[in-house]
């Protein structure tokens, strides 16, 4: 749903009072619509689960839902034309995010069905392929996987430099040992996850560790859960610095997303948050990406290679989520590469 200006106002006047009858919005938006306007605009808030409505007749009230915190519509141009020091952040880990997600649901009804389409379309491409047809491709979307989680992270090799890497195993001229292991650790993960399909039915610390293992193999990485603070390029967020709340909110992490009922939420749920969370002192989106793939692998869906994704626009959406725990853009984002992934592999 696209927000009116007037809805937006709603809204922001729910917010700063946490619940409003409707005589008491009317009041505020200084009677410059009619209750029947008000009314319409609220059930369609209502219906879009942007506001909760309780009560009765008089005693009927509305509340700004956790479902339009996580998703409230957000212009990232508009959002990102502010520096950091000048955006209005949430610094801090909300502690109660968790609360948040637990009783929600991530994707619409609109949203699920399309998801449940693109598995499907998977499904029956893969069916319909040889073996050696379904292994080159296979090679493509894990040449394209590593060659943009790489690039998003600042690797300056070519998507041809990589494909000479990982067919040829040839490194690039003029790049560092560091960016070619990147790369081949990539592709290792990858084919680990692909060789144990059902390493994430039970997600846990272990798991995401050893996924970390793989994608930080030889590049000077601590393979521990960090006990220090660290910040991040471009954002005025700190993750927690305790290492034990550090481990602590991920075993939190891998209960909610083993209590999801969907692959593609539990998924969503995994990159998100292991970004958030920082639990390494490097590597952690990759380690996200990867373990989302994983619970994707593991719930029969096409895992993702993210080539098409613009490497700042991937950025702005993780920072967003730091920053606003608004997950919009990033959710939007993830159902685009499903789409792209299904249209483009296994063809």
Not at 23 to 41: A, E, G, H
Not at 83 to 110: C, G, K, W
Not at 140 to 153: G, H, V
Request: charged letters at 25%; one cysteine or more; hydrophobic letters at 40%.
């Amino acid at each position: 749903m696209k927000l009116t200006n007037r809805q937006q106002q709603i809204i922001a006047l729910i917010s700063n009072q946490k619940r409003l009858s409707i005589s008491q919005i009317l009041k505020l938006l200084n009677n410059d619509i009619s209750q029947v306007t008000l009314n319409r605009d609220l059930a369609k808030l209502v219906k879009n689960r942007f506001l909760t409505k309780t009560g009765k007749s008089r005693a009927i009230r509305y509340a700004v839902s956790n479902f339009y915190q996580l998703f409230a519509p957000i212009n990232l141009d508009a959002y990102f034309t502010k520096e950091p020091d000048q955006r209005n952040v949430a610094q801090n880990f909300n502690h109660e995010l968790y609360d948040l997600l637990t009783d929600i649901d991530i994707f619409s009804m609109e949203e699920k069905k399309l998801l449940k389409s693109i598995k499907a379309a998977y499904q029956k491409n893969i069916s319909n392929i040889s073996p050696i047809l379904y292994k080159k491709e296979m090679e493509r979307l894990t040449i394209e996987l590593s060659w943009k989680s790489a690039q998003i992270e600042g690797n300056t090799y070519s998507l041809l430099e990589t494909e000479k890497l990982f067919l040829k195993r040839e490194s690039a001229k003029n790049k560092s040992k560091e960016e070619t292991q990147m790369l081949l650790n990539h592709k290792d993960a990858l084919n680990y996850l692909l060789q144990n399909k059902n390493l994430t039915e039970n997600l846990n610390l272990r798991v995401i560790e050893e996924i970390h293992s793989l994608l930080i193999k030889d590049l000077g990485v601590s393979k521990n859960i960090r006990s220090r603070g660290v910040g991040i390029t471009g954002t005025a967020y700190k993750p927690l610095d305790n290492e034990f709340q550090i481990k602590e909110y991920l075993v939190k992490m891998c209960d909610l997303i083993n209590s999801k009922e969907s692959g593609f939420e539990k998924a969503l749920l995994a990159i998100v948050l292991i970004s958030y969370i920082q639990p390494f002192e490097d590597g952690n989106k990759r380690t996200g990406r990867m373990v989302g793939n994983a619970l994707l692998i593991s719930n029969d869906a096409c895992p993702l290679s993210y080539r098409s994704v613009d490497s700042i626009d991937y950025k702005k959406a993780i920072l967003l989520f730091y920053e606003q725990n608004n997950m919009s853009a990033f959710k939007q984002l993830f159902i685009e590469q499903n789409e792209f992934s299904v249209k483009n592999y296994f063809q």
